[in-house]
């Protein structure tokens, strides 16, 4: 035995005084999203160890207990390792494969996807989970021809995505974030354990020594909110009145950027009030030309000094009138009623005030107050300049950057709500209205945002755009800007099977994942062949209403035939949703492989600069492991897709390496997947031609590309014209314009003019008239989650949430065996009060019921959440089984997913079931399901309900030697 008492280190593995060669190598982490730099301690070929890489520009060297427990992933039993096919006559999920090669995989694959490609190539369907090569999986789409393509966002945040993109033009996260470097005051809402994890942590640490105060608003204290100042807890789903709360108060005490506002944002411009086709948009200029289709800037604003109309681009923006109602004089809008879009939002919010908001939040009108007094003192009083010269799109000199030192950030917590669309532009117009966007201090953006509002990227909004063996029309997923931009048919009905982008949910931008096996299985709005998943979870915590899904996936018609015809499933892991595959494809893990984060993705980029990063392999693929990336290269290249075939229809990429470096995305373009040492020399950076070397030269510089800007493109890049300029020739924009901030949202109002039948075009049918102008507001508003019109609150009067656990990022990794020694199981957590009225004791058994389903775990009482919440770890539950765990293990018996608990439909009048999401994007309502809790009898067993088994996939994966914890002892 090693002496554990002696102050020699145990195990060092950098040292020479272990036997064997040792070597370092340097990738991206990918235990969870965050993709820190990490270096990788080999011995003997072997890896012994991982840390943080000190030089990584992200993570700085810091690691977490997940980033290096990415050992034991390499270890898992749970590897697959083989390609596998169901065995004919056997039901889905009762893991019954025979191995087959890659050559027979292929062929199959093959025959299929050509057959459908030539047919209908809307019957395959290709939705991916958390992944980081969404650029690739939705180009295989889009050159395969089917709009049925979506990844994971329409479950996770795209409330947050598409709210921020389509008011400010960034988000927060890859996209932008909080300035804790400069800010005073930050303020976190709705944000898990350790979103955005590594860098946060290293930021807030920072961001505290200096002295900066921290709240967290959440109806949970853990993770960052546990060292937060000051915690304000707040129940689920309020916090849009919170915020419309904030803004009233903001405007009544006349506490915003009055300069801001009417130089960046549309809250000057005069909207037509009069009834009639113009109601509810901006009046235009018809002498004037328009300087893009979807935000004209040929709009007026009132000169309160002259008091007459102005154009609104060329006028002196301080004369202009924030509040006020007008009649247009004599030309051509004579006699129009107009008010200026601020006027509309003053109006609003007029009765949100605090009391009205600490009503449905919680809070206290007097904290609701005092906030708004914080936010407003860390804005103005402590504002500070720096002196960076700068020019505005208009020809403006700028001698210095304002710095408004008040940052927030926020994330699923208002987002995985049917009403977040709503709450998160309400965020993002209150920072806005702070002036805080792009501004040293508060919300800064990272490339290659900020974009237009909306990026000018459109959907497949016609059935012409689908054609047999045909590239799509347009891309799979965008942002519509108007009803035409739909993706439904003549008749109005969805054309994409997960009815995104359908006037159930017009915006959604990210698809709806969580409705694709439910509507497939009832062919509505059609029957499909093949659905393709990548690394999600469907059979279990990846999807709502879990039992019934995985029935659905074994649904059968009256022939006996699959309902879903044929279900691929590609992962690293032998999960619960691999047992009801027809055909596994097994990935390899992220140490195996190339990988990029894409500047055409979701790339690592800092507020300075562009950064991407790429992933090397530090190991030899297990087994017949194949990289997801190298089987859709395969797939392309054998289907003959256009971008993957040459000329005289060879094949155009040796592999996925090859066409990291060589694929452009147009030809000559210089713009590819990877931004760095591009150029025949590797001497350019964001554009150049292809580079053969390019990945040996990330590799040999910590598989990241650090482009930093000139200090001027730092800040104001929504206006910048100096960035504008740079963005627009490196690819990161289309166009040079500036980008107005929305906070009146004309685009919003046109879905509800047509909704209300005020405008030509497409027309919502008739029972989604109502949904359509209710939700559409160009204004943010508070409304209850949709879940609650349909619940008896006073059986239900809890709110019931998750989040994941620090130390595992989802279901991958709950059968690591370092993290399972953290937590093997979950609890539900209660206030003590709360769980005292129910008679339930710390530690005991109980039942948690919604209108949905039931489930028995154990209970564990807790201050740390507010008493009308009830909150646990997602994906630590797991089927008895699945993941190679010990049939009986802590996580089958005392484990437990919430998710059995919720509904992935709502009853709607009309055509009775709809998605449970938000009407406007389609985010999946995670956070909206009511619960009650009452004890489990005495006699009860004690193990959680329900209980369900998947078998091990035993024949196809692998059998890893045990790593030893001491340095010399491997076995
Ligand atoms: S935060 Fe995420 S990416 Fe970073 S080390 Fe931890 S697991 Fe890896």
Redesign the pocket.
Known sequence: MPNTSSNTPLHDPTGGTVPGATEIKTTT????A???G?RVHLRDGEIRYID?NPEHPL?QGV??A??SSGIMKQKSPARLTRPLRRIAGRDRGESAFEEISWEEAFALLEKRLAHIRATDPKRFALFTGRDQMQALTGLFARQFGTPNYAAHGGFCSVNMAAGMIYTIGGSFWEFGGPDLERAKLFVMLGTAEDHH??PMKVALSKFKRSGGRFISINPIRTGYSAIADEWIPIRPGTDGALLLALIHELIQDDRIDHEFLKKFSNSPDLVCLDDSAENGLFLRDPQREAVNEDLPQNKYAWDQVRNVPVQRETDQTEHFALTGEFVMPAGPHHGKRVATAFELLRREVEACTPEWAGSITGISPSRIRLLAKELAHAAFEQAFELPIAWTDAWGGHHDAVIGRPVAFHAMRGLAAHSNGFQTVRALAILMSLLGTIDRPGGFRHKAPYPRQTPPRVRNVSDETQIKPNTPLGAAPLGFPARPEDLCVNANGQPIRLDKAFSWEHPLSAHGLMHNVITNAVHQDPYAIDTLMIFMANMAWNSTMNTTSIRALLNAKDAEGNFKIPFLVVCDAFDSEMVSFADLVLPDTTYLERHDCMSILDRPISEFDGPVDAVRVPIVPPQGECKPFQEVLIELASRLKFPAFTTADGGRKFKDYPDFIVHYETAPGSGIGFLSGWRGPNGDQSLRGEPNPKQWEMYASNNCVHHYEMPIEHHYMRNWNRGYMKFAKEMGLRQKEDPIQIAIYSEILQHFRQSASGQRPGRQPPDHLRSRVATYFNPLPFWYAPLEYGATALADYPLNAVTQRPMAM?HSWDSQNAWLRQIHSHNYLFINPITAKNAGIEDGGWLWVESQWGKVRCMGRTSEAVEPGTVWTWNAIGKSDGAWHLQSGADEARKGFLLNHLISEELPLEGTGRISNSDPITGQAGWYDVRVRIRPAAGDEPEITYPQSHTPSTTAATSTPTELAYFAGSLK
């Open positions: 982490c990918y235990m969870c965050c993709r820190c990490i943080g993570n690691i977490c997940k980033g994890s590594n990022y």
